[in-house]
């Protein structure tokens, strides 16, 4: 009779490098650059439009630090300047926000060696261009771990800007005509954002099927995004398991 096979460890994980973190990180800042021209203009609305309905300094900031999330911040302030309760306010907020839980999802396997502490920060900090711009590199297949790094140099950037974007807007928010339009700026910050993840046929469908729905009539609740990002991910999923079965390529 044969002995049983010997059954070994797997071998640990390597921890990564603190010059692959500090790379990582620098990466990151600096693809939030790309983002500026989009996030600063709107930043700066956002910050002026806090101090247009009567909040004071501290209020404008800790609105954008607190919530730092511009759809949220201009539904809160025009819900708030129409005298609306709290819970409607941080209800209304949520479900605008309900696209992040996926983001979330997307993100956690990256995410999974981090303290819980990182979690939390790299939680607080997601927005859609930090998420577009990591997806990308996932994409290209890079480490999880570099992955994670690049993410929190990315976000973190992002974040200082639309607090010091804010900042401008709320102390020179006497200035800035009242008619100015951030339409423009956000749909501009969206379209350079997923042109870049085209390339692949599964994206283009999704972008498709996601665009057909948010362009549909006006859900209640301003719901439109949440569903148009559930359609193309639903269309995915399916049309990625039908074209491995076929064995068709992108």
Known sequence: MMPAPM??????TPPISPLTR???????AFA????????????????AGATGIGLDFNQSFALSWMVFAGSSQIVAMQLLAAGAPVW?????????????????????????ERSKFGRWLGAYLLTDQAFAVTL????????????AWFYLGLALACWLQWQLA????????????????????????FIALIVPLLGDRLMRVAALVGGAVALAPQLPFKLNLMAAALAGAAVALLLEKRWKKSGSSS
């Open 7 to 12: 059954m070994t460890a797997p071998a640990p």
């Open 22 to 28: 500090r790379a990582a990180l620098r990466a990151g």
């Open 32 to 47: 939030s650059l790309s983002l500026a021209m989009a996030m600063i203009p709107f930043g700066v609305v956002c910050g």
């Open 88 to 112: 409607v306010i941080v209800l209304t907020g949520w479900l605008v926000n309900l696209r992040f839980m996926m983001y979330s999802a997307a993100l956690a396997p990256h995410f999974r």
């Open 136 to 147: 990308g590199r996932i994409a290209d297949g890079r480490d999880r771990r570099e992955t």
């Open 166 to 189: 804010s900042l401008a807007g709320i102390l020179l928010g006497g200035f800035i005509p009242a008619d100015w339009s951030i339409d423009f700026v956000i749909s501009l910050t």
